[in-house]
């Protein structure tokens, strides 16, 4: 890997920081705070110091900026100059959603573009009219990839995640596909050197490690408490498409129930606990758990703490060994505000800094590894991973794209609903209050009831 696409390291707890912000809805109340990205003069270009430069201000959430947009920004702030074009960056805090839609309303946008909406944010925020399509832009913008961006990306479903009704919205920022990350040497002390391939075999393994660690206080298992990480992510193994024809996640399926009563007997075992569901990520820096699945900044993080040696990663097991590799796989993506003051400017800012080539592009993509990123444009993916060693639990990643399902953006719609009404009902059947089959009735009851206050 070139020095230009070494990670860059940012402290632990701006690293937490982040992961945080991604992992829950975004809140509705809080401060902006900007931080500006220091325009860069363009090498031996006199005339552009000297012409009238116009300020286009963009956002992004504060760990992404550390990680690569900061950067990736004031590189690209080098060729923009030549155009009397200077990129101002300023870090999102929580709250910034109802002051945008107050900037929208009154027609006084203050920004271009916006560097992250999460997968789950994306639907929402079309239909809240926070972000405008991007088609006739991208036909004017003299990015050279921006009119067949589609054919960059390495595999087509990344593409038809950026529309909707027909229409592009969203440039992707980065893919985020669902690993299960472990401490190798945990694995080792119950006799495994790697991950079983079932699930009934990875349940037997689990038995063996609590025999085995449970002097030192380690629980073998962690479950994130967010229905896209954990749960989420085992249930992909158990359905070839997790959602139904309305695209919400078919948590109404006998094939969900298999899964959440796996999860149970785990419980039941002392497998994992429900102390643990809260927050397992200090249990996992301290080493009282031993394997997740998650994102792969659970795999980073562990690494963090840990050295690659201890801490490796690999796609979750199967229900059969016959089964394809499966994985929950999400896209994350900027976008140009409504009303935006300079939406052509904020188009090409997000083209450039998160495209295929070009080295804003090479600063961002390489900036997401040290995080839960990882590229969506086969060149990226050929140059950060495919052609190096430092990531093999990336390829494995990789190689379940083909046969696993790309969230939709109209699962957005129903992924906040379910996620506020299905934790209670889940930890009262885990905790053994309940059966599984009621505790998704009742969850499924609310959803619709919540569903229809909506469309009231």
Not at 165 to 181: A, Q
Not at 382 to 395: M, N
Not at 439 to 454: P, R, S, W
Request: charged share 25%; net charge negative.
């Amino acid at each position: 890997m070139s020095e230009q696409r070494q990670p860059y390291t940012i402290s632990r707890r701006r690293l937490l920081k982040g992961t945080a912000g991604m992992a829950g809805l975004t809140a509705m109340s809080g401060l902006l705070g900007a931080c500006a990205v220091a325009p860069a003069a363009a090498p031996g270009s006199g005339a552009a110091a000297e012409q009238p430069m116009t300020d286009v201000y963009v956002i992004t959430l504060g760990a992404f900026a550390d990680m690569s947009t900061r950067d990736s920004t004031a590189l690209y702030n080098e060729e923009a100059a030549e155009r009397g074009i200077r990129y101002i960056l300023e870090d999102t805090a929580e709250g910034w959603e109802p002051k945008a839609l107050a900037m929208v309303r009154e027609n006084d946008m203050r920004w271009s573009a916006h560097g992250i909406a999460n997968a789950g944010n994306q639907w929402n925020y079309i239909q809240m009219g926070l972000v405008q399509p991007l088609d006739d832009l991208l036909q004017s913008s003299t990015v050279p990839w921006a009119k067949d961006l589609a054919d960059h990306y390495y595999y087509p479903a990344i593409h038809e995640a950026t529309l909707y009704e027909g229409k592009s919205y969203f440039v992707p920022m980065k893919l985020n596909i669902h690993l299960m990350g472990y401490r190798q040497d945990y694995i080792e002390a119950a006799g495994y050197e790697e991950i079983p391939e079932t699930w009934d075999e990875f349940e037997v393994m689990l038995e063996k490690m609590k025999e085995a660690l449970e002097p030192e206080g380690v629980v073998p298992f962690a479950v994130r408490k967010e229905v896209f990480r954990t749960i989420g992510t085992a249930f992909t193994t158990f359905v070839e498409n997790p959602y139904d024809d309305n695209n919400m996640l078919r948590i109404d399926s006998e094939e969900w129930l298999n899964c959440i009563k796996m999860f149970k007997r785990w419980f039941d075992k002392g497998l994992t606990n429900l102390e643990l569901l809260q927050d397992p990520m200090p249990d996992w820096q301290t080493g009282k758990t031993a394997i997740g699945i998650d994102s792969h900044s659970w795999v980073r993080i562990g690494r963090s703490v840990w050295g690659a040696d201890l801490v490796n990663g690999t796609v979750p097991p199967k229900t059969d060994k016959s089964n394809p590799k499966r994985t929950w796989i999400h896209l994350d993506s900027g976008f140009v505000f409504t009303g935006a003051p300079h939406p052509q400017e904020g188009l090409d800012w997000l083209l450039a800094t998160m495209g295929p080539e070009g080295a804003p592009a090479d600063r961002h993509w390489s900036g997401t590894l040290t995080f839960s990123g990882m590229p969506v444009h086969t060149t990226q993916y050929e140059k950060l991973i495919g052609s190096s060693d430092a990531y093999p639990e990336l390829v494995d990643a990789y190689a379940a794209i083909p046969t696993s399902t790309l969230q939709p953006m109209e699962a957005g719609r129903y992924y906040p609903i379910i996620q506020s009404k299905i934790w209670p009902w889940l930890e009262r059947y885990w905790g053994g209050e309940i059966e599984a089959e009621e505790a998704m009735e009742n969850t499924i009851q609310e959803v619709e009831e919540e569903l229809a206050k909506q469309q009231a």
